[in-house]
């Protein structure tokens, strides 16, 4: 069997959401009439055409030809054919992830088999999930904070995460002891509302300066947090690691980063024990599975993000 063709589809989002054709899709088709399926996230760009370009590059250079079955080889080959690009990065890799995923569900088709039973078969029949908690006017209202706890309970679930420094910021930044100790009472309420039937993880696309970090967690500390998902922006791992090693909150951390090399550093500083790879972004799912074995050398949880 060859890859024979690359075709890419973008899609809109759905009502009640809104936005463009933000989802890149791209379908690998072979001589024997298998279609493979992979995404890459966008990062709601306007203009998607030199993702679309380089996704079509890479394929006609190192894809189209090739056996669809040696996804090693050719992970490999486009990771190291492009001196510029073999390093991890949020543009080249997605895109990589994509072709892995659609070279992947061909092998899948062909032998009639699902991933997970070629990756060393299944391990878990169900894995544990969380939901994710609406915000609309909780600020406000704290009390209300519970309100949707219990629902969240009632309706099955055993984990929930909110985003309670709100508005998001692009860059790491102060938060007022009144603000902090504010966003205590969301917890609060939380906690007297359903005690522990809900873990409740914090979430804050990295807002916060170390300092700020640590005193956060110093403040929701009592409420046992779930985990306390990137206090400070991914890129620099050691800072991650200094507000690790000042709380016993699980750090959580991992959808910004990419590949095995990234994740690696992460755990030998010590900086999450969560990690919240993304497969359609870390290197796709040969990459996500060589990053748990990581992970589970270090005792480390796998919360993949979606």
Request: proline share 6%; glycine share 8%.
């Amino acid at each position: 069997m060859k890859v024979t063709a690359v075709e890419t589809v973008l899609v809109r989002n759905i009502e009640p959401y809104i936005g463009g054709r933000y989802w890149l899709f791209i379908k690998l088709h072979t001589d024997e009439g298998i279609t493979g399926l992979g995404e890459r996230p966008t990062m709601h760009a306007v203009n998607l055409q030199p993702q679309i370009s380089m996704i079509e590059d890479l394929c006609e250079q190192f894809v189209i030809g090739s056996d669809p079955f040696q996804i090693e080889r050719i992970w490999q080959t486009i990771y190291a054919s492009r001196h510029d690009w073999r390093h991890p990065g949020l543009y080249m890799t997605p895109g990589l992830s994509a072709i892995e995923m659609a070279l992947w569900d061909i092998v899948g088709k062909a032998t009639n088999q699902p991933i997970y039973n070629l990756l060393g078969g299944k391990m878990h029949d169900q894995l544990r999930a969380y939901a994710y908690m609406p915000t609309e006017g909780i600020w406000e209202n704290p009390l209300k904070a519970g309100e949707i706890a219990i629902k969240l309970v009632e309706e099955g679930n055993s984990a929930c995460k909110l985003d309670p420094f709100t508005p998001l910021f692009p860059q790491p930044r102060d938060f007022s002891l009144k603000t902090i100790r504010h966003v205590a009472k969301i917890f609060r309420a939380i906690r007297d509302a359903v005690g522990d039937e809900l873990e409740v993880g914090i979430g804050t696309h990295g807002q916060f300066t170390t300092a700020v970090a640590i005193r956060v967690a110093k403040e929701l500390e009592e409420f046992s947090p779930f985990w306390f998902e990137e206090p400070v922006p991914p890129e620099n791992i050691d800072e991650m690691a200094r507000v690790a090693a000042h709380t016993s909150i699980p750090i959580a951390t991992g959808e910004r980063l990419v590949t095995k090399f990234e994740f690696a550093e992460l755990l030998k500083k010590q900086a999450a024990q969560i990690l919240q790879l993304d497969v359609g972004q870390c290197g796709g799912i040969l990459e996500a599975k060589k990053i748990a074995g990581m992970a589970e050398a270090h005792y480390a949880i796998i919360a993949p993000h979606m």
